[in-house]
Nanobody, 126 residues
Framework: QVQLVESGGGLVQAGGSLRLSCAAS????????MGWFRQAPGKEREFVAA????????KSADSVKGRFTISRENAKNAVYLQMNSLKPEDTAVYYC???????????????????WGQGAQVLVSS
């Protein structure tokens, strides 16, 4: 069973940048498509970005396009979310998640992911 741990969250001013990392143990991330989700206070968890197991396919939510970039390093068993031009509305707990690589990441929903991290808090001040 894969365990996921997020890191890199924190407090940043609007317009700033943060890089979230998701480290895996208990399995190789090369067997998984990976996603980032976020949940703001009082709101439902929402999709942010996803990447296929080989890194050849990526998708992101319209709200973060052009600002957030998902990437991965299978050799390091890690996935990243580079967040630039942060806005106060990006404030949320960010979660990484893993889904078996035989699932079609282009059409996956939140329920497609089998493993989740505990979350990393991102606070963007105005």
């Amino acid at each position: 069973q894969v365990q996921l741990v997020e890191s890199g969250g924190g407090l940043v001013q609007a317009g700033g940048s943060l890089r979230l990392s998701c480290a895996a143990s208990g399995g190789s991330l090369s067997n998984y498509g990976m996603g980032w989700f976020r949940q703001a206070p009082g709101k439902e968890r929402e999709f942010v970005a996803a990447i296929s197991w080989a890194g050849t396919y990526k998708k992101s939510a319209d709200s973060v396009k052009g600002r957030f970039t998902i990437s991965r390093e299978n050799a390091k068993n890690a996935v990243y979310l580079q967040m630039n031009s942060l806005k106060p509305e990006d404030t949320a707990v960010y979660y990484c998640a893993a889904a078996p690589r035989n699932r079609n990441i282009a059409t996956m929903t939140e329920r497609s992911y089998d493993y989740w991290g505990q979350g990393a808090q991102v606070l963007v001040s105005s």
